[in-house]
Nanobody, 122 residues
Framework: QVQLVESGGGLVQAGESLRLSCAASGRTFSRYVMGWFRQAPGKEREFVARISWNGGSTYYADSVKGRFTISRDNAKNTLYLQMNSLKPEDTAIYYC???????????????WGQGTQVTVSS
């Protein structure tokens, strides 16, 4: 099992940046595909980005492509999400997740963090 703890959320203005972190403990972090998902009030959880075991492959939702960057440091057991040019519609709780498949489908991720709130004001 792997435990995930997100941090780095906060309140920012539109156009600003934030970097989220997800610290992993437990089983070997490098064995997992990692993803970021988000859930806005009244909406379903949606895929944001995912990264392969060694960081060599990344994939983004169209809504964040070109603005967000997912990365990982396997030596530090940490996943990151650099978010630039933030928009009010990016406001949501952001979750990191670990899984075994290189997919963007939330149900196929096995472990989840508790989430961190990101609020973007206009």
């Amino acid at each position: 099992q792997v435990q995930l703890v997100e941090s780095g959320g906060g309140l920012v203005q539109a156009g600003e940046s934030l970097r989220l972190s997800c610290a992993a403990s437990g089983r070997t972090f490098s064995r997992y595909v990692m993803g970021w998902f988000r859930q806005a009030p009244g909406k379903e959880r949606e895929f944001v980005a995912r990264i392969s075991w060694n960081g060599g492959s990344t994939y983004y939702a169209d809504s964040v492509k070109g603005r967000f960057t997912i990365s990982r440091d396997n030596a530090k057991n940490t996943l990151y999400l650099q978010m630039n040019s933030l928009k009010p519609e990016d406001t949501a709780i952001y979750y990191c997740a670990a899984g075994s498949s290189l997919v963007a489908f939330a149900p196929l991720y096995d472990y989840w963090g508790q989430g961190t709130q990101v609020t973007v004001s206009s």
